[in-house]
């Protein structure tokens, strides 16, 4: 262990006596500054007088596993980075964690290692916690929130109960998504091409009723709302592709000898002259009513039969379908076409069904391809798309499309929606691609819904006085794969009174979604401590919105979109008084090993804690947030740590080796330091200062230690000749990156008793940078011409500056066919030339 030996002399140069060892015991200094920081407070804000807030917030843990990832820790050192620098900036940083506990991931997990989830979310808290404690974050214990534990979960049900009283909360029957093996439905953001987000089974469908919260009622202010937040751009598409809004018409076609009308949407009513056939759904209504009645064919029922068991990817892969029997009238051009049924219509967008314009659309064209279906061109094809492809889905001029002909599907596509509207052939529409979300689940680790279910009255919301409804221990948790939820097994659980008439009645026994208990966890962060409100409201003014967040992007259309969703709610029902809970939001890279995806399966995930015990917190830290851009992530190598590990060393030895001087030594040091006052040295601490700021501001760790690295072999370069201000410099750097050893440098260096993280970030005198350009002004008879940028090193070859001037784009025009009869220079400010 260093011990504290530093005396600071007058001039700022180090007066210096042996240190006791220069062992690099990491374990040592994490236990003491650990304990330093707990015991002072430091990262403890006052959450209630705090004068610039600053809520500095990552995406908390699922405990559902035997402990952190190191892709965790990855994200909460790459959060807690910006929190520290901001720290340093001038702010009260708050930067909470809890555990995101409740839901499939921690109750999977304990099936698997066969205990009850409720046993073994106290062990995996310890276990999460003790490693959180490990990482080196400035986090504030103080507030931490685990969203299985009633106090908090009680107000996760009011939350339910509000959006219920609101109308945005409905028990439908609806087609969903059904995961075999996790034995529940899954809201469609869980569905990735057709599988189960979490456990990769082939997601089937199924008639249930369940629980919906009316999102959609939002897509507008949703899609709208995202040109208000600094968020990565990638995440802003990503939802704006989720919320989908397409514009177009709804159209109606008349089967033939029939009274059925069909409706189609179509974003691209320009082309209804194209329409060469139309596409129901299996599922549409009309189908139901064709196969029940005898004429159908047992082609068709066959049909039917096998749509209804294929996933989402087998439709991508082969688009198939069968004649209908019937004919439609298109009511542009009253041209009978065939109506076809296949399952690349989907029932759940639009209406189900569609015109198909093969001409002007790939899938169309496949599919009229596969079944020699007429296709007619009704826009003007480009030449060169010509060449391309025999399908043009592109915008272009009419033809062969009766009066419109010669109209433009851009220009003219308001008119063409007239045209519709006013034959009532059509109606302009809006569709969105944003399904309402479905909350309910039939497993027993979630929030219990708490509604209670009435003969008489129907659905109602328990009393808010009776929250929370708590999840009894229930010892057979296992999901039945039935669709109705473990909790339906436990009698006294389901008996209840109604609400409204007292009546016998029955608990709903479904639990929440997991997503419902992290879309609103920020808002409870600074007022965990209080019991009579979800948030308190001045507290929640102060620290809300989060002013930085950060995770993955995985959660890109879950949770991000949830959250906004639930403060929009929150705002509208008078709760809040800001819609958008994350001003800003960056998304950080994936770790991987090895060149590949860390995973189980691979037996390549690493654990952070070996790592930590081999090479301690802070090379752990460094490391991680060295191995690339943290918004890209990158490849986790042994080889790398060690450097890392051997960067840190050598800082160490350095202040070590400076601070171990004798005084005759000192002597001699004092006098060349002074001597060499405003040298280079300084100048490199400049631009260190100038250039960190700016990488971490933007989230460059990477650059940003490699900026220090160069300061510490400047520093090196330099040696013994550095003042205690230059290595304070150092330590205040690294502060953010290595706390442990910047805080034992910081004593080391005397910072005067108050912690490094508390210490202003270091500023930077301009006029110590080495300004790599200068900019000249050219002249031409003293008017000003153009400005040129002159390299520093040449500022004085008047030759070379004249050379540059004479060369400009803009001069040259000007001294052509003129004679230069004279050029004056005025170093480092203009040129000009005096022509006749
Ligand atoms: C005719 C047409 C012609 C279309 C053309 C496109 C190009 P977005 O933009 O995603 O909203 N469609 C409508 N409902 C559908 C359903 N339930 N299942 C599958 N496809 C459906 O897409 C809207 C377009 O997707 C609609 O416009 C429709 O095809 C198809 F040259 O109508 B279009």
């Given at each position: 262990?260093?011990?504290?030996?530093?005396?600071?002399?007058?001039?700022?140069?180090?007066?210096?006596?042996?240190?006791?060892?220069?062992?690099?015991?990491?374990?040592?200094?994490?236990?003491?500054?650990?304990?330093?920081?707990?015991?002072?407070?430091?990262?403890?804000?006052?959450?209630?007088?705090?004068?610039?807030?600053?809520?500095?917030?990552?995406?908390?843990p699922y405990?559902s596993a035997e402990g952190l990832h190191v892709g965790n820790v990855y994200a909460f050192t790459g959060?807690?980075?910006?929190?520290?620098?901001?720290?340093?900036?001038?702010?009260?940083?708050?930067?909470?964690?809890?555990?995101?506990?409740?839901?499939?991931h921690?109750?999977?997990?304990?099936?698997?290692?066969?205990?009850?989830?409720?046993?073994?979310?106290?062990?995996?808290?310890?276990?999460?916690?003790?490693q959180?404690?490990?990482?080196?974050?400035?986090?504030?214990?103080?507030?931490?929130?685990?969203?299985?534990?009633?106090?908090?979960?009680?107000?996760?049900?009011?939350?339910?109960?509000?959006?219920?009283?609101?109308?945005?909360?409905?028990?439908?029957?609806?087609?969903?998504?059904?995961?075999?093996?996790?034995?529940?439905?899954?809201?469609?953001?869980?569905?990735?091409?057709?599988?189960?987000?979490?456990?990769g089974?082939?997601?089937?469908?199924?008639?249930?009723?369940?629980?919906?919260?009316?999102?959609?009622?939002?897509?507008?202010?949703?899609?709208?709302?995202?040109?208000?937040?600094?968020?990565?751009?990638?995440?802003?598409?990503?939802?704006?592709?989720?919320?989908?809004?397409?514009?177009?018409?709804?159209?109606?076609?008349?089967?033939?000898?029939?009274?059925?009308?069909?409706?189609?949407?179509?974003?691209?009513?320009?082309?209804?002259?194209?329409?060469?056939?139309?596409?129901?759904?299996?599922?549409?209504?009309?189908?139901?009513?064709?196969?029940?009645?005898?004429?159908?064919?047992?082609?068709?029922?066959?049909?039917?039969?096998?749509?209804?068991?294929?996933?989402?990817?087998?439709?991508?892969?082969?688009?198939?379908?069968?004649?209908?029997?019937?004919?439609?009238?298109?009511?542009?051009?009253?041209?009978?076409?065939?109506?076809?049924?296949?399952?690349?219509?989907?029932?759940?967008?639009?209406?189900?069904?569609?015109?198909?314009?093969?001409?002007?659309?790939?899938?169309?064209?496949?599919?009229?391809?596969?079944?020699?279906?007429?296709?007619?061109?009704?826009?003007?094809?480009?030449?060169?798309?010509?060449?391309?492809?025999?399908?043009?889905?592109?915008?272009?001029?009419?033809?062969?499309?009766?009066?419109?002909?010669?109209?433009?599907?851009?220009?003219?596509?308001?008119?063409?929606?007239?045209?519709?509207?006013?034959?009532?052939?059509?109606?302009?529409?809006?569709?969105?691609?944003?399904?309402?979300?479905?909350?309910?689940?039939?497993?027993?680790?979630?929030?219990?819904?708490?509604?209670?279910?009435?003969?008489?009255?129907?659905?109602?919301?328990?009393?808010?006085?009776?929250?929370?409804?708590?999840?009894?221990?229930?010892?057979?948790?296992?999901?039945?794969?039935?669709?109705?939820?473990?909790?339906?097994?436990?009698?006294?659980?389901?008996?209840?009174?109604?609400?409204?008439?007292?009546?016998?009645?029955?608990?709903?026994?479904?639990?929440?979604?997991?997503?419902?208990?992290?879309?609103?966890?920020?808002?409870?962060?600074?007022?965990?401590?209080?019991?009579?409100?979800?948030?308190?409201?001045?507290?929640?003014?102060?620290?809300?919105?989060?002013?930085?967040?950060?995770?993955g992007a995985e959660?890109?259309?879950?949770?991000?979109?949830?959250?906004?969703?639930?403060?929009?709610?929150?705002?509208?029902?008078?709760?809040?008084?800001?819609?958008?809970?994350?001003?800003?939001?960056?998304?950080h890279g994936l770790l991987i090993k090895d060149g590949s995806k860390m995973s189980k399966s691979k037996g390549n995930v690493v654990n952070p804690d070996q790592y930590?015990?081999?090479?301690?917190?802070?090379?752990l830290?460094?490391y991680l947030?060295?191995i690339g851009?943290?918004?890209e992530g990158g490849d986790f190598r042994d080889?790398g740590i060690?450097?890392?590990?051997?960067?840190?060393?050598?800082?160490?030895?350095?202040?070590?080796?400076?601070?171990?001087?004798?005084?005759?030594?000192?002597?001699?040091?004092?006098?060349?330091?002074?001597?060499?006052?405003?040298?280079?040295?300084?100048?490199?601490?400049?631009?260190?200062?100038?250039?960190?700021?700016?990488?971490?501001?933007?989230?460059?760790?990477?650059?940003?230690?490699?900026?220090?690295?160069?300061?510490?072999?400047?520093?090196?370069?330099?040696?013994?000749?550095?003042?205690?201000?230059?290595?304070?410099?150092?330590?205040?750097?690294?502060?953010?990156?290595?706390?442990?050893?910047?805080?034992?440098?910081?004593?080391?260096?005397?910072?005067?008793?108050?912690?490094?993280?508390?210490?202003?970030?270091?500023?930077?005198?301009?006029?110590?940078?080495?300004?790599?350009?200068?900019?000249?002004?050219?002249?031409?008879?003293?008017?000003?011409?153009?400005?040129?940028?002159?390299?520093?090193?040449?500022?004085?070859?008047?030759?070379?500056?004249?050379?540059?001037?004479?060369?400009?784009?803009?001069?040259?025009?000007?001294?052509?066919?003129?004679?230069?009869?004279?050029?004056?220079?005025?170093?480092?400010?203009?040129?000009?030339?005096?022509?006749?």
């Open positions: 262990m260093v011990g504290k030996s530093l005396i600071k002399s007058n001039c700022d140069i180090l007066i210096l006596s042996k240190m006791s060892s220069k062992k690099y015991d990491y374990k040592a200094l994490a236990k003491k500054w650990d304990e330093k920081w707990q015991e002072d407070k430091i990262y403890e804000p006052d959450i209630d007088k705090a004068n610039k807030p600053f809520y500095n917030l990552m995406m908390f405990p959060t807690d980075v910006y929190g520290r620098f901001m720290r340093m900036k001038g702010y009260d940083v708050f930067e909470p964690i809890g555990l995101d506990g409740f839901g499939i921690s109750e999977n997990y304990a099936l698997k290692i066969g205990k009850n989830p409720m046993t073994q979310s106290k062990i995996s808290e310890k276990r999460f916690y003790e959180l404690h490990l990482i080196g974050n400035a986090f504030d214990w103080t507030r931490t929130v685990e969203t299985y534990k009633p106090e908090y979960y009680r107000w996760t049900q009011w939350l339910f109960i509000q959006l219920f009283k609101a109308g945005l909360a409905e028990k439908q029957t609806a087609e969903v998504n059904w995961c075999p093996s996790c034995k529940t439905v899954l809201a469609d953001e869980q569905v990735l091409s057709g599988e189960c987000e979490r456990c089974s082939i997601v089937e469908k199924k008639k249930l009723e369940q629980w919906f919260f009316k999102i959609t009622k939002y897509a507008d202010r949703l899609l709208t709302g995202l040109s208000q937040i600094d968020w990565t751009e990638k995440v802003k598409l990503a939802q704006k592709n989720w919320i989908g809004k397409s514009e177009g018409a709804k159209v109606k076609f008349q089967i033939k000898d029939q009274g059925d009308f069909v409706e189609v949407f179509t974003t691209r009513p320009d082309t209804l002259h194209g329409a060469t056939f139309l596409v129901l759904s299996p599922q549409h209504p009309l189908v139901e009513k064709l196969i029940a009645s005898k004429e159908s064919s047992t082609e068709l029922k066959n049909y039917i039969e096998r749509a209804r068991n294929k996933s989402v990817d087998d439709l991508e892969k082969d688009k198939t379908g069968v004649f209908s029997g019937l004919f439609a009238v298109n009511p542009v051009n009253k041209e009978e076409i065939p109506v076809w049924v296949a399952d690349y219509v989907l029932m759940s967008y639009g209406t189900g069904a569609i015109m198909a314009v093969p001409a002007h659309d790939r899938r169309d064209w496949e599919f009229a391809k596969k079944y020699e279906l007429d296709i007619k061109q009704v826009i003007s094809v480009p030449e060169q798309a010509k060449e391309e492809s025999e399908c043009y889905a592109g915008r272009g001029q009419l033809i062969s499309s009766g009066e419109w002909t010669g109209w433009d599907s851009v220009a003219d596509f308001h008119k063409i929606l007239d045209f519709l509207e006013s034959k009532n052939i059509g109606k302009k529409e809006t569709r969105y691609h944003l399904r309402d979300w479905l909350i309910s689940r039939q497993r027993y680790w979630g929030v219990p819904i708490p509604m209670v279910f009435c003969e008489k009255d129907g659905w109602q919301p328990v009393s808010e006085d009776d929250l929370p409804v708590l999840l009894p221990y229930v010892k057979d948790f296992k999901p039945l794969g039935t669709g109705v939820a473990p909790l339906a097994q436990d009698a006294e659980f389901i008996t209840a009174k109604c609400p409204k008439c007292g009546d016998e009645a029955r608990r709903e026994t479904d639990v929440c979604d997991t997503f419902l208990d992290s879309s609103w966890y920020f808002l409870r962060y600074p007022s965990a401590d209080v019991s009579a409100s979800p948030f308190d409201d001045k507290r929640t003014k102060k620290w809300l919105p989060v002013h930085s967040y950060i995770g959660h890109s259309v879950l949770h991000l979109l949830y959250s906004r969703f639930i403060c929009y709610a929150l705002h509208d029902l008078g709760f809040i008084d800001f819609e958008e809970p994350f001003t800003k939001f960056r998304a930590i015990e081999k090479f301690g917190t802070d090379t830290r460094c947030m060295f851009p943290f918004s080889s060690e450097g890392m590990e051997r960067f840190l060393k050598r800082v160490l030895k350095l202040v070590h080796e400076v601070s171990g001087l004798s005084a005759s030594e000192y002597q001699l040091n004092n006098q060349s330091a002074k001597k060499n006052a405003n040298s280079s040295l300084d100048k490199s601490e400049a631009k260190a200062v100038k250039d960190v700021s700016e990488e971490v501001e933007s989230l460059r760790y990477n650059t940003a230690l490699a900026k220090i690295m160069e300061y510490v072999n400047d520093l090196n370069r330099s040696k013994p000749d550095i003042s205690s201000k230059q290595l304070k410099t150092l330590s205040l750097l690294l502060a953010p990156f290595a706390p442990y050893l910047a805080e034992e440098m910081w004593e080391m260096l005397d910072g005067g008793g108050k912690s490094v993280h508390k210490q202003p970030w270091p500023s930077f005198n301009e006029e110590m940078l080495e300004k790599d350009e200068v900019t000249v002004a050219v002249q031409i008879n003293g008017k000003l011409r153009s400005v040129i940028k002159v390299a520093s090193a040449d500022i004085e070859n008047h030759s070379k500056v004249e050379e540059m001037a004479r060369a400009d784009g803009k001069v040259i025009p000007n001294l052509q066919g003129k004679s230069v009869k004279k050029v004056v220079y005025i170093k480092a400010k203009v040129i000009n030339f005096v022509v006749n």
